[in-house]
């Protein structure tokens, strides 16, 4: 059964691999070029998005933090952790969560609440912020970012389809 959130979560990780992809044909010195307006190079940027991807699972699952904040993996390592985490996010969705449950964040001294629909919803707005600085920084470069929009997904999956009459 497909739930109302699995494409919104699939296209949050394909698009995620194919900014991976494009960049894998990056120098060494490109991925590490500091872009102005952005979160800052593409490879942190990259690790950044993966890796708090992961820990954003632990909210909801047993899932395990599979990068640390300050993991320093390469290209296809974030390729590979992101589908992990796709998968996750998947089995995730198919157990019919309740957008209104709680879910809380322990920290020092402190514990956050938030509805887990709440939470989602950063899940996908913190993908494509972080995607749309790294086109940002390809374009700068001089490189053309992959179209990773929902209707390219859309027609990469099947999901969509044109008719002409």
């Not at 190079?41 to 933090?65: G, K, N």
């Not at 086109?135 to 929009?149: K, N, Q, W």
Request: hydrophobic share 35%.
């Amino acid at each position: 059964m497909t739930t109302l959130l699995d494409d919104a979560i699939a296209h949050h990780v394909w698009a995620t691999e194919r900014i991976i992809d494009a960049c894998s044909e990056l120098t060494e010195e490109q991925l590490a070029t500091p872009v102005p307006g952005t979160y800052g190079p593409i490879i942190d940027t990259l690790r950044h998005l993966v890796s708090t991807d992961a820990w954003y699972l632990t909210f909801f699952s047993d899932a395990p933090q599979r990068l640390g904040e300050d993991a320093r993996p390469d290209l296809a390592e974030l390729r590979t952790v992101i589908g992990q985490n796709g998968r996750d996010w998947a089995e995730l969705l198919a157990g019919n969560p309740d957008g209104e449950s709680d879910t809380v964040e322990d920290g020092d001294g402190w514990r956050f609440h938030a509805p887990f629909g709440f939470r989602l919803a950063q899940v996908l707005e913190h993908g494509t912020d972080h995607r749309s600085q790294i086109c940002t920084a390809l374009t700068s470069l001089g490189v053309e970012p992959p179209a990773i929009d929902l209707w390219a997904y859309g027609e990469a999956t099947g999901r969509t389809r044109a008719e002409y009459t």
